[in-house]
Antibody
Framework: QVQLQESGPGMVKPSGTLSLTCAVS?????????WSWVRQSPGGGLEWIGE???????NYNPSLGSRVTISMDKSKNQFSLSLRSVTAADTAVYSC?????????????????????WGRGTTVTVSS | DIVLTQSPLSLSVTPGEPASISCRCS???????????VDWYLQRPGQSPQLLIY???NRASGVPDRFSGSGSGTDFTLKISRVEAEDVGVYYC?????????FGQGTRLEFK
């Protein structure tokens, strides 16, 4: 059973960089999954930030522009989020999640089974 | 971006009664593999979201059969046949056919 655990500073200064890590346990980060970051602002809904596959492929939400980078450390079985030039609007609960989705080249088709594992989330406040 | 519009935004239900939530997509979530990439998630108070339904109508592992998903085109529905105490929380639909992944606004379910 895969489990995810976020870690990182709970407070970041405006214009600074938010950096979070998601440790993956109970399974390999090189499996047939995409690894995502999702955030939820206070009292708000869910916003998808982006995702990474073990090949290095990434997809990002254009709403965050060029401020976001998601990377992976296979040796540590973890992936990370970097969000630059933060403002108060970036204050949120940040969660990492596993998207069970992969492309089977043998059958030339994609398989998808939802976002089936979520971390508990970590609160990040942007404040001076 | 594909915009998902849920209704109602709030639902007050008597335990044991049915409940239904609608999710309308601004574009078709139909993938080239023939499946609608619409999921349903429940976020209980103080917890992370939990997958209920994927690909519009497939129950996730461990999800009670009182939960069912249906729909086609741009309109999708989550139904709970008999609401129980553990079903209280906020329900979200999500589309994953196109990047960026987007969520509905959420529907808060509470007991009368």
């Amino acid at each position: 059973q895969v489990q995810l655990q976020e870690s990182g500073p709970g407070m970041v200064k405006p214009s600074g960089t938010l950096s979070l890590t998601c440790a993956v346990s109970g399974g390999s980060i090189t499996g047939n999954n995409w690894w995502s970051w999702v955030r939820q602002s206070p009292g708000g809904g869910l916003e998808w930030i982006g995702e990474i596959y073990h090949s290095g492929s990434t997809n990002y939400n254009p709403s965050l522009g060029s401020r976001v980078t998601i990377s992976m450390d296979k040796s540590k079985n973890q992936f990370s989020l970097s969000l630059r030039s933060v403002t108060a609007a970036d204050t949120a609960v940040y969660s990492c999640a596993k998207v069970f989705r992969y492309f089977d080249h043998t059958f030339d088709r994609e398989y998808y089974y939802g976002v089936d594992v979520w971390g508990r989330g970590t609160t990040v406040t942007v404040s001076s | 971006d594909i915009v998902l519009t849920q209704s109602p935004l709030s639902l007050s239900v008597t335990p044991g009664e049915p409940a239904s939530i609608s999710c309308r997509c601004s574009q078709s979530p139909l993938h080239s593999n023939g499946y609608n990439y619409v999921d349903w998630y429940l976020q209980r108070p103080g917890q992370s979201p939990q997958l209920l339904i994927y690909l519009a109508s497939n129950r996730a592992s461990g999800v009670p059969d009182r939960f069912s998903g249906s729909g086609s085109g741009t309109d999708f529905t989550l139904k709970i046949s008999r609401v129980e105490a553990e079903d209280v929380g906020v329900y979200y639909c999500m589309q994953a056919v196109q990047s960026p992944i987007t969520f509905g606004q959420g529907t808060r379910l509470e007991f009368k």
